[in-house]
């Protein structure tokens, strides 16, 4: 079998000890990065050539690639050494192991079939449990097997925590940032590695606005997101997807005061009180 997923397999087992520990209301989780491996023999791995004798871990001669961080996570982690996947070919592979489902319920049975956007997968689970998700490299279930050759990579990072505050959309060289307080940023990470020229109401780079815009929107819509919910987020991508003119500063959404933990006030209450009489 070619495909080996040994670093995947060790998070995914992770995760759920962390979704375990939530419910528990343990510590804080720790954070997770999930390594997916591609198309290696196990043999490739110092971690497992130390399980085999000599014969079998060197049958294709001296001349190996040492793997010292992957050795160190399985030092220090686990070592699986009884995994098997759902089939040999890539896409199915993928859409089974992400999901916990057989191929034919995905329904990803063979490479280029795109993955039922109702499957959830197990970063959809850490998502609900709070954590913030990303993904990024080959991922092989949207159904072409190579992407186009105008695709722009695009990664989408939000903050975290329970009241919306920032949602980014960077490509290669752009990263673009709506926040439900201030107006939006529009970084040139090739000329401006620091981050400190706002490039947003440049017209240079409305094209790259209009664009990066029209993805985070879409994005929301379709993962839901509430911070593309948030009235001043909304505001400035409906204008920077279709408006025309230069930008206009729109107002942040009030923000809402939470209650003080402990025995609520009943209305009116405050000031100095009478005493009780005795």
């Not at 060790?10 to 510590?27: K, N, R």
């Not at 085999?52 to 992957?70: K, N, R």
């Not at 089974?96 to 970063?123: C, H, L, Q």
């Not at 993962?223 to 400035?236: E, H, Q």
């Amino acid at each position: 079998m070619k495909q080996f997923r040994f670093v995947l397999t060790v998070a995914g087992l992770l995760a759920c000890s962390t979704l375990a520990g939530l419910a528990a209301g343990a510590d804080p989780p720790p954070n997770l990065l999930v390594i997916h491996t591609d198309e290696h023999n196990f043999r490739t791995l110092g971690c497992y050539r130390e399980l085999l004798s000599e014969e079998q871990a060197l049958m294709w001669g001296d001349a190996v690639v040492t793997t010292p961080h992957v050795d160190w996570l399985a030092e220090h982690g686990a070592l699986c050494t009884s995994f098997y996947a759902t089939t040999p070919v890539c896409s199915p592979s993928r859409g089974a192991f992400v999901s916990g489902w057989y191929p034919r319920n995905t329904p990803v049975v063979t490479n280029n079939i795109p993955m039922d956007d109702r499957v959830v997968t197990f970063a959809e689970v850490l998502r609900r449990a709070g954590y913030a998700t990303g993904y990024a490299g080959k991922w092989h279930l949207d159904g072409t097997g190579k992407p186009p050759t105008d695709w722009t990579d695009v990664t989408f990072v939000r903050s975290t925590g329970e009241v919306p505050g920032w949602l980014a959309a960077v490509s290669d060289r752009y990263k673009l940032v709506y926040s439900t307080r201030d107006d939006p940023w529009l970084f040139d990470l090739e000329e401006d590695p620091d981050e400190l020229v706002n490039r947003f109401g440049d017209p240079a780079c409305r094209e790259t606005v209009r664009e990066l815009s029209r993805q985070l929107a879409a994005y929301g819509q379709r993962c839901k997101d509430p911070r593309t919910s948030n009235a001043k987020i909304r505001a400035d991508l409906a204008w920077a997807v279709n408006g025309t003119g230069p930008y206009v500063s729109s107002p942040p959404a009030p923000q809402v005061e939470r209650p003080a933990r402990g025995r609520a006030a009943k209305p009116g209450a405050g000031g100095k009180r009478r005493p009780r009489p005795r």
